[in-house]
């Protein structure tokens, strides 16, 4: 008989620790990290600065990560040809998941929910691709 089916392989702390060590492998400052591990704050980046998210993207962060079980550790407001964009960058709860996911960040690439103010149709979860700006991350790809 085989084992019954656990959706999720990682508590709340766990996810919460590997977010920490993604965040010190993409190059976040020690201040960010801060208050992400003590205070359960991310930050949103735009066009590579740092700011408060507003309440409409703490939402679509918080609902997308609360249906599917991530946790949210930054988040990214980009503009560019495919329309207005809110990068939402997550921890899976699938620890089978992790050690793939980690291998990508050197060069930048990351799983993340992209939602698409501009067309919401076209929101989706994917690979996308940042860079350090100057306290915060831009979107590249």
């Not at 999720?8 to 620790?17: C, F, H, I, L, V």
């Amino acid at each position: 008989m085989s084992e019954p089916f656990e959706p999720y392989t990682a508590t709340r702390e766990e996810m919460k620790q590997e977010a920490v060590e993604r965040m010190k492998i993409l190059g976040f400052d020690e201040k960010t990290i801060y208050f992400f591990e003590k205070e359960n704050f991310y930050f949103e980046s735009e066009e590579g600065l740092l700011f408060k998210p507003n309440y409409e993207e703490h939402q679509i962060a918080e609902t997308h990560a609360k249906e599917y079980g991530y946790l949210v550790f930054h988040i990214i407001h980009s503009f560019s040809n495919i329309g207005e964009t809110l990068e939402c960058l997550t921890v899976s709860p699938y620890k089978e998941d992790w050690d793939y996911e980690k291998s990508m960040l050197k060069e930048g690439i990351l799983i993340a929910y992209v939602h698409n103010f501009s067309f919401p149709e076209n929101s989706e979860s994917g690979s996308i691709q940042i860079k350090k700006g100057l306290n915060g991350f831009v979107r590249i790809a």
